[in-house]
């Protein structure tokens, strides 16, 4: 236990009290030469106010969370020719890929669904996405989505659904945006997308057979 200041000082002084000599001392007292009034000796105390040094080190800091990149191609191609593709980041599984999209002010829904969306609550089955590559960094369809895609191809998901990573994985995902409008629309267009957009698509001759068959 730490002395303070005030304590040292306080034991100092009653160290220095003088002391009345005994009336009536003890034969072994008298024998030793202690006779008459006297005072201690006192020794030098030096007392720090200040506290111990407990030195306890910063913690270590948190390792940083592993990252998902996202690509989002549009369907359609612009005056140029090249097909519009957003991008984003997301911490591994921590969000929704609708609520992503939605901060990212990425559009999700086709003109149907911008009138008839359920607000995420996966009852309407209106924000589909095809996932072309790194579908292994996202969870597994869920009943919802068995039931409003089940006659759809597997890459399809609903962005409501889809968990973007599990925490600890991390990797590149690209996706086609608005699929059931682009087949609706033109597999020509379809098929050139495959081929011209970003370097996410490493093989794309499986997905175009996907629309044609």
Same mark, same amino acid.
Not at 181 to 187: D, K, M, P, R
């Given at each position: 236990?730490?002395?303070? +200041? *005030?304590?040292?000082?306080?034991? #100092?002084?009653?160290?220095?009290?003088?002391?009345?000599?005994?009336?009536?001392?003890?034969?072994? #007292?008298?024998?030793?030469?202690?006779?008459?009034?006297?005072?201690?000796?006192?020794?030098?105390?030096?007392?720090?106010?200040?506290?111990?040094? #407990? +030195?306890?080190?910063?913690?270590?800091?948190?390792?940083?969370?592993?990252?998902?990149?996202?690509?989002?191609?549009?369907?359609?191609?612009?005056?140029?020719?090249?097909?519009?593709?957003?991008? *984003?980041?997301?911490?591994?599984?921590?969000?929704?890929?609708?609520?992503?999209?939605?901060?990212?002010?990425?559009?999700?829904?086709?003109?149907?669904?911008?009138?008839?969306?359920?607000?995420?609550?996966? !009852?309407?089955?209106?924000?589909?996405?095809?996932?072309?590559?790194?579908?292994?960094?996202?969870?597994?369809?869920?009943?919802?989505?068995?039931?409003?895609?089940?006659?759809?191809?597997?890459?399809?998901?609903?962005?409501?659904?889809?968990?973007?990573?599990?925490?600890?994985?991390?990797?590149?995902?690209?996706?086609?945006?608005?699929?059931?409008?682009?087949?609706?629309?033109?597999?020509?267009?379809?098929?050139?997308?495959?081929?011209? +957009? !970003?370097?996410?698509?490493?093989?794309?001759?499986?997905?175009?057979?996907?629309?044609?068959?």
């Amino acid at each position: 236990m730490a002395i303070t +200041s *005030s304590a040292c000082v306080a034991a #100092v002084a009653l160290a220095s009290v003088p002391f009345a000599a005994s009336t009536s001392a003890s034969p072994r #007292v008298a024998a030793s030469g202690h006779r008459g009034p006297g005072r201690f000796r006192t020794a030098t105390v030096r007392c720090s106010s200040a506290s111990p040094n #407990v +030195s306890q080190g910063a913690p270590a800091p948190a390792p940083p969370k592993p990252q998902i990149e996202l690509e989002f191609v549009g369907p359609k191609p612009g005056a140029d020719g090249s097909f519009p593709v957003d991008r *984003s980041e997301a911490a591994s599984g921590e969000k929704l890929l609708r609520d992503i999209m939605n901060e990212n002010k990425i559009e999700l829904y086709a003109a149907y669904g911008k009138v008839m969306n359920c607000g995420g609550g996966g !009852s309407c089955g209106t924000c589909i996405v095809e996932i072309i590559d790194g579908k292994e960094l996202l969870n597994e369809r869920t009943n919802t989505e068995n039931r409003y895609l089940k006659k759809k191809p597997d890459s399809w998901r609903l962005a409501c659904q889809t968990i973007v990573g599990n925490k600890e994985n991390s990797g590149k995902a690209c996706f086609i945006l608005f699929p059931h409008s682009a087949i609706n629309t033109s597999l020509l267009n379809v098929s050139a997308l495959l081929k011209r +957009s !970003s370097e996410c698509f490493v093989d794309t001759d499986p997905l175009v057979s996907n629309y044609t068959t």
